[in-house]
């Protein structure tokens, strides 16, 4: 099994920055794909950026060039930079593993305009 945890989450103006950061336990942690997703309210899970082990990055387009998304092999952390945040980042960010088999708890992100 694998367990995910994660923080960093909060309230933040817009223009400001937040750093998440997915701690993971259970598995080896270099070998996994890790995502992360947000939910708004009344809204659909959506994705928001990847990396997978060769640490190749992918972003959706509405954060792409705004958040990066990175990983420490060491700590078996994963993080999602957020930078310029917008009102329309505010969500519940979850962390997830492997392809979708696991997901952590999530935290949220309020960015007030």
């Known amino acids: 099994q694998l367990q995910l945890v994660e923080s960093g989450g909060g309230l933040v103006q817009a223009g400001g920055s937040l750093r998440l950061s997915c701690a993971a336990s259970?598995?080896?942690?270099?070998?996994?794909?890790m995502a992360w997703y947000r939910q708004a309210p009344g809204t659909e899970r959506e994705f928001v950026a990847r990396i997978n082990s060769g640490n190749s990055t992918y972003y959706s387009n509405s954060v792409k060039g705004r958040f990066t998304i990175s990983r420490d092999n060491a700590k078996n952390t994963a993080y999602l930079q957020m930078n310029s945040l917008k009102p329309e980042d505010t969500a519940i960010y979850y962390c997830?593993?492997?392809?979708?088999?696991?997901w952590g708890q999530g935290t949220q992100v309020t960015v007030s305009s």
């Open positions: 259970g598995r080896t942690f270099s070998s996994l794909s």
């Open positions: 997830e593993a492997s392809g979708g088999n696991f």
